[in-house]
């Protein structure tokens, strides 16, 4: 649920501002909440934290301007989501609210429903998604501290290496034979310096190793470590899964238009991801149907469309419903020069009439109570069939499943 905060001395704009918010912005629930001074959205603010503000520049006791300043009092850094309104229209006072920490600047008189709406839903977006960044951003920081003491470390190891070179330099043979050891040494500490300089995705490797070696070898008497081992494995997996999707979005974006399609063999690519995901489906005593009998090859990416079918099963795996096991169906057919294929499940379903503007964004999820994710597999799936001219068609009713329906150009 959503809170918006009205602060205007006017009842009249207010009231205007609530059926202009009427609508719920594809938002669960909207709830609107009014102060008709500076003075009671201040306290409103401090005691409901409303996910936006829409602030009048103009109150009886008090401007926009030192009203904002104060609100950012309350709050931590890049946290604070206000629209400043204004009633005359200044360009200069709409740039002193920018600069002092409002999200953006609505002119009374000349926005309407839509445009409220709008503002108001790319305000929260762009309020979550800063702070979505500097959560992440922190523990990239600490990863990367980590990384340069790293690296000091294996600089010392290298300069004491070189010192014993030069010193094995003047040795005899079997002195000879351990410089050259040495030397390979050095290079695959040069390899190692540079792959820590630019992939995080191996140092995160690594400290997933030592922590799982540590919590097989340790012994712990203190209670309260078991709690503190399963933080810190909860903390290493969800840098990783981060990582590791948003490196996966970039892959996707720089991949685009590089690679060729070829003839590919539906049946032999589904038992390929299906193996994949066994263990999966074992353990959920879930099981797959697939019928081909239609067509049964398409002229796609092989890598590409592999992501697209591993993405979608995991997702039925993942959100299947708690009192049944799943069952998937995948088919393919052909209509009007495309190629279909369809991956049916009777898993938890999505309200499309909630979510179905946002079902391919970035870091959306629909279900977070079912299971661990960062809501980037459909999006990379929707950007995948976009790559290669297709599109994607969805049906879904809570409680009952979800089909996708992926249509692929042929040349």
Known sequence: MKKILL???????????????????????????????????????????????????NLLDTDGLTLLNDLKQLTGPDSLCVIMITGGGSEALAVRALNEGAL????????????????VLHAIEKNEWRQYVARYHGQLQTINQQLRDSLDELTKARQQVQQTNAQLLAANQEIEARNQQLARTNADLDNF?????????????????????????????????????????????????????????????????????EPVSLPDLTADVLQTLRPQLLTVHGSVDTDFAAQSEVVAVRSSLRTILLNLLANAIKYRHPERAPQVCIRSRQASGQSIIEIQDNGLGIDLEKHGTEMFHLFRRFHPEAGEGTGVGLFLVNRLVQAQGGRIEVESQLNVGTLFRIYLSQP
């Open 193 to 261: 310096v540079y792959a820590a300089s630019h992939d995080l995705k191996q140092p995160i490797n690594n400290l997933r190793g030592l922590f799982d070696e540590m919590r097989r070898t340790a012994t712990f008497d203190d209670p309260e470590e078991d709690k503190l081992l399963r933080l810190v494995d909860e903390s290493i997996r969800d840098l990783t899964t981060t990582v590791t999707d948003l490196s996966a979005v970039v892959q996707v974006d720089r991949a685009t238009g590089e690679q060729s399609t």
């Open 104 to 119: 953006d600047y609505l002119v009374k008189g000349h926005f309407d429903q839509e445009l409220l709406s709008k503002t």
């Open 7 to 57: 602060v205007d001395d006017n009842e009249h704009d207010r009231v205007l501002y609530k059926r202009y918010l009427g609508k719920q912005m594809g938002f669960e629930r909207l709830e609107i909440l009014e102060a008709a001074s500076g003075a009671e959205g201040l306290a409103q603010f401090q005691r409901l934290r409303p996910d936006c503000v829409l602030l009048d520049y």
